[in-house]
């Protein structure tokens, strides 16, 4: 049986001659520091020693000539500074990488699926981390990323990932950048950040606090989907919108306070978040999208203020904690399904802006006993808008000097007690 050498070797480079230097040997395990100069015929011998486990380019520079046979069966031309796309992808063997000091990015799937990887070096001059670069990295371990843009699945599934650091000269994070990193516990996320790229820490189950500091504009779609550990968010005053989705399925978030900066919560945005109990809306909040609440179980109270001019389809279905609505006098109408299902609903104060209440609106509020409607002119009521509701037991409030056209109109005359107040 064949035993592999554990050898250190410390060689400077001209471009080029890598190969003659190394007069590379298979059966070695080995611990690699390289200075000087390396072009693409350099990381062709480099990707020949299949036991290389320790790669220390901190004082090496990449420049331009010669090329490589890439995982793709391509060949890959280089670009001086620039860690080239496919370099090592795919080697299961090596734990230690150090990038050159003078590199101003990390091409794409530059390191995927270097499964036995654990520590990565990046310096500052980095500026770009491309698509994939360290994608399927599951033994990374920890890392740190100074500064520059973070791209698309750049650290993905990379599901042994438990400590980190985005740096304070980072200036964006690409979609699915962090997806599945299952192991993170806390995320900081810097003032140098703009936009938080849709499902960028998806599915990081590990998570339990988030803080997201002043620079975030816009947080995308997905973007915290079933980060199942999730206890606590801080979001900054200069994001301005919730994206699609971005809070779905964080079952044990039990509270939230969004900043005076949001204007807008998107679909689905806290669906199936079935341990949030309150939650405080801003007051210059202009519209919440369909679904977005939707079986939050333990919801018991919100508190939606003026400013909020359009609430979606089954914004609130399935609340059955949600005790009591007041809607602010900008809703002009109820969407289909919107509060569906909230069992637990005693009462509700209806505006005067209200001109239509849509389809199952209040379908299966069983426990509502007091509806008050502000509006002088009978909202029109979509058919089934009030199935389930105990229609004998439940008293409608009405404004003074309009029973007559209460008594008369299509829905409203099937409460059995009508009230002018």
């Not at 003659?20 to 690699?32: A, G, Y």
């Not at 010669?66 to 280089?78: A, D, L, P, V």
């Not at 807008?264 to 609440?293: K, Q, R």
Request: charged share 15%.
């Amino acid at each position: 049986m064949e035993i592999l050498q554990s050898i250190i070797m410390k060689i400077d480079v001209t471009a080029g001659n890598l190969s003659t230097l190394l007069n590379t040997q298979t059966n070695i395990n080995t611990l690699f520091t390289i200075s000087g100069k390396i072009n693409g015929d350099d990381i062709a011998t480099i990707r020949s020693i299949p036991n290389l486990s320790t790669l220390n380019l901190t004082d090496a520079s990449i420049v331009e000539g010669g090329r490589f046979c890439n995982k793709q069966k391509e060949y890959t031309s280089i670009t001086k500074d620039e860690i080239p796309d496919y370099m090592l992808s795919g080697f299961e063997t090596i734990s230690s990488i150090s990038i050159p000091n003078t590199a101003k990015s990390i091409g794409k799937k530059a390191f995927s699926d270097c499964t036995g990887l654990i520590e990565i070096t990046i310096p500052k001059s980095v500026t770009s981390i491309e698509n994939s670069a360290f994608e399927g990295c599951t033994g990374l371990a920890s890392v740190t990323i100074p500064n520059g843009s973070i791209g698309r699945n750049a650290f993905s599934n990379c599901s042994g990932l438990t400590t980190l650091t985005i740096g304070k000269d980072v200036t964006s994070i690409g979609e699915a950048a962090f997806l599945a990193c299952s192991g993170v516990i806390s995320l900081s996320i810097p003032d140098g950040v703009s936009t938080i790229g849709d499902q960028a820490f998806k599915d990081c189950g590990g998570i339990v606090s988030i803080q997201i500091s002043d620079g975030v504009t816009s947080i995308g779609d997905q973007t915290f989907r079933n980060c199942i550990a999730l206890t606590s968010v801080t979001l900054s005053n200069s994001v301005t919108s919730i994206g699609d989705q971005t809070f779905r399925g964080c079952a044990a978030l039990p509270t939230i306070s969004l900043p005076d900066s949001i204007l807008s919560i998107c679909e689905n945005a806290f669906m199936d978040c079935s341990e949030l109990a309150s939650v405080y809306l801003p007051n210059n909040l202009t519209s919440i999208e369909g679904w977005a609440f939707y079986d939050c179980h333990k919801l018991t109270d919100i508190l939606i203020p003026e400013s909020v001019t359009f609430i979606g389809e089954a914004t609130f279905f399935g609340c059955s904690s949600l005790s009591h609505i007041t809607l602010p006098n900008s809703i002009t109408s109820i969407e289909d399904n919107t509060f569906h299902g909230c069992t637990a609903l005693g009462s509700a104060i209806l505006p005067d802006s209200l001109n239509i209440i849509g389809y199952h609106a209040f379908k299966d509020c069983s426990a509502l006993t007091e509806i008050h409607c502000k509006a002088s002119v009978p909202p029109s009521i979509t058919s089934g808008a009030f199935n389930g509701v105990d229609k004998k037991r439940c008293k409608l409030y009405i404004p003074k000097g309009v029973y007559e056209a209460y008594c008369h109109a299509v829905g409203w005359t099937d409460f059995s007690t009508i009230i002018e107040e």
